[in-house]
Antibody, heavy 119, light 105 residues
Framework: EVQLVESGGGLVQPGRSLKLSCAASGFAFSDYAMAWVRQAPKKGLEWVATIVYDGGSTYYRDSVKGRFTISRDHAKSTLYLQMDSLRSEDTATYYCARHSGATRVFDYWGRGVMVTVSS | IQLTQSPSLLSASVGDRVTLSCKGSQNINNYLAWYQQKLGEAPKLLIYKTNSLQTGIPSRFSGSGSGADYTLTISSLHSEDLATYYC????????FGSGTKLEIK
């Protein structure tokens, strides 16, 4: 059974950093592109970043470019999101998601972790 | 690409046929998926590539469309279909619609 379990969320002040983790199990982690998708309170879904299966390429939405870094550790089957220079508008539930095969559809999601940026 | 979903709120009765709309700001070339999100849960993939049903999803869900206009249909509404539904395009960048909240009368 595919499982994605996020951790590392919490309350952080504007301008500070936070690192999210996503532990993957039940599938060959190194074969799949992975992503982070977020959802601000009572708002819709917003793709944040994607990393290809071997970590060779990464992609970001414009609003987080230069501030967020997606990475992966195949030995630990873990996906990460390093978030620097956090802003209040980054407040959201962050979901770890798997890209389905060769497509850019997300077929499995974690339960999400809340990040609150506030002074 | 911007996706506009309508209506934003839909109230229907159990057994009704329900149709949700998603319109892109340009051609999406059938690279359109639908997600269901129940309150407090992660989204679940229902449909991909316009009309392909994800494994394990009931056959009452179907998708159609072309160009910039797409539709999700629930042929006979069940009470457990109470959720917000999002369309998602992956043709040019990655973007979600703003959602349609489906209420059961």
């Amino acid at each position: 059974e595919v499982q994605l379990v996020e951790s590392g969320g919490g309350l952080v002040q504007p301008g500070r950093s936070l690192k999210l983790s996503c532990a993957a199990s039940g599938f060959a982690f190194s074969d799949y592109a992975m992503a982070w998708v977020r959802q601000a309170p009572k708002k819709g879904l917003e793709w944040v970043a994607t990393i290809v299966y071997d970590g060779g390429s990464t992609y970001y939405r414009d609003s987080v470019k230069g501030r967020f870094t997606i990475s992966r550790d195949h030995a630990k089957s873990t996906l990460y999101l390093q978030m620097d220079s956090l802003r209040s508008e980054d407040t959201a539930t962050y979901y770890c998601a798997r890209h389905s095969g060769a497509t850019r559809v997300f077929d499995y999601w974690g339960r999400g972790v809340m990040v609150t940026v506030s002074s | 690409i911007q996706l506009t979903q309508s209506p934003s709120l839909l109230s229907a009765s159990v057994g009704d046929r329900v149709t949700l709309s998603c319109k892109g700001s340009q051609n999406i070339n059938n690279y359109l998926a639908w997600y269901q999100q129940k309150l407090g849960e992660a989204p679940k993939l229902l449909i991909y590539k316009t009309n392909s049903l994800q494994t394990g999803i009931p056959s009452r869900f179907s998708g159609s469309g072309s160009g910039a206009d797409y539709t999700l249909t629930i042929s006979s509404l069940h009470s457990e279909d109470l959720a917000t539904y999002y369309c998602y395009q992956y043709y040019n960048g990655l973007s979600f619609g703003s959602g349609t909240k489906l209420e059961i009368k």
